[in-house]
């Protein structure tokens, strides 16, 4: 049976209705998910935590390469099936909830096809823990923001963030149909590996995460107006201070689109100071 009549079955088995709102969209090609496996080169001593396991397709090939996986499914009715689809595997560990919120233990690696609505929040999750490798399905509006070049249209916060964490590496472009229901975007196999050393010192992940999410909220202003109400909301000074402060910088006048992730962490640093 393919992967596509399996998932028909069991949603018709187990009266499961796909819930978009939850970006539940299943991968029902299995070339896919076993490329997957290969990309995140697992040795047998790797414990790899997948996000969203689903039906478990992914989690039981990931099962064979490795220690254990660790499949994390917030859909009631789907750890239900989990449980029953993978029983016969000693070495994979159901842990039901929200990824972002349940407590996770530890793993190495990565290997994932996440909802979609929870990409971003993932990605800053995972960039506070110590990993080996990633490999994830995204859509490919969503990584064109991870790897965008400096003042284009897709060009963010997240790019910023990621840059400072991880090397990405797209893969595999997998077309909407590869889903089922299928998307209305195609998307993309991408690996992130975290950076042996980071491009620029910052002396505060915390603020400059927030800084950067913050700025590109005025993404078109000029660096100089958009950083005061990050400042004002974090440093007891005046306005007038603020602004003679912020004037120092070589770049005060450029729109926060045109700075480069470098000149995010200068920011900071010269903030915190």
């Known amino acids: 049976m393919c992967l596509l009549e399996e998932t028909k079955f069991l949603l018709r088995k187990y009266g499961v209705f796909p819930r978009r709102l939850l970006g539940q969209n299943f991968m029902v090609d299995s070339a896919i ?70 407590p996770i233990p530890h793993f190495s690696k990565v290997v994932s096809i996440p909802p979609y609505n929870i990409s971003s929040s993932l990605l800053l999750w995972l960039f506070r823990q110590r990993f080996d490798c990633a490999v994830f399905v995204f859509q490919k509006e969503f990584v064109n923001r991870l790897v965008a070049s400096v003042g284009s249209e897709c060009y963010g916060w997240l790019t910023v963030v990621a840059y400072y964490y991880v ?63 990050f400042i004002l909301d974090r440093l007891s000074f005046n306005r007038g201070r603020i602004l003679k402060m912020v004037s120092a910088f070589p770049y005060c006048d450029k729109r926060v689109r045109e700075l480069a992730p470098e000149d995010f962490g200068a920011l900071l640093n010269g903030l915190v100071e």
């Open 33 to 102: 998910l076993e490329r997957m496996v290969d990309y995140a080169l697992l040795v047998q001593s790797d414990v790899v935590l997948d996000v969203g396991a689903g039906f478990g397709f992914l989690t039981r090939l990931l099962a064979g390469k490795c220690k254990s996986v660790l499949a994390v499914e917030s859909d009631k009715k789907l750890v239900k099936i989990l449980h029953e689809q993978l029983r016969d595997l000693s070495n994979v560990k159901i842990i039901e909830g929200n990824a972002l919120e349940v």
């Open 167 to 229: 090397d990405v590496e797209l893969l595999d472009v997998v077309p909407r149909w590869m889903f089922y229901p299928q998307p209305k975007v195609d998307s993309v196999v991408v690996r992130l590996r975290p950076k042996k050393f980071v491009p620029f010192a910052i002396k505060d992940e915390v603020l400059f995460r927030r800084l950067v999410q913050l700025l590109f909220s005025r993404r078109n202003r000029k660096m100089r107006n958009a950083v005061v109400p």
